[in-house]
């Protein structure tokens, strides 16, 4: 499955999954700037599973009915990378399990 990681996560945090996952960045696919709307419809178009994002505002922004892949929100204290590393197995975890086109939370 690619992973796409929202220009909000740190880009240094694509290190931390494993290869087989293909994670890239908003700012590798040059995407930076997108609308949340057209980022998912972009991401989906290139063959994307699932997008990783910090933003909690997402699920208020977009309606999990209408959602062309499924979105994993990471919540911790703050957004830094230090922050972000620990949740990675539950990430993974996540995304080995059924994603459905939802909103799928993962908090520190």
């Known amino acids: 499955m690619k992973v796409l990681l929202d220009e909000s996560v740190p880009r240094r945090l694509a290190a931390e999954f494993p290869e087989s996952f293909g994670v890239r960045t908003v700012q590798q696919m040059g ?8 980022l998912l419809r972009l ?17 208020f922004q977009q309606s999990a009915r209408n959602l062309p892949i499924p979105v994993v929100i990471m919540i911790a204290g703050r ?16 995304l080995s399990g059924d994603l459905g086109r939802r909103i799928h939370r993962v908090v520190a």
Request: net charge negative; charged share 15%; hydrophobic share 50%.
């Open 31 to 38: 995407w930076a700037g997108s609308s949340n709307g057209e």
């Open 79 to 94: 957004t830094r990378l230090q922050e972000l590393v620990p949740l990675v197995p539950e990430v993974i975890a996540v």
């Open 43 to 59: 991401a989906a178009d290139h063959g994307f599973g699932v997008l990783v994002t910090v933003d909690q505002g997402f699920a």
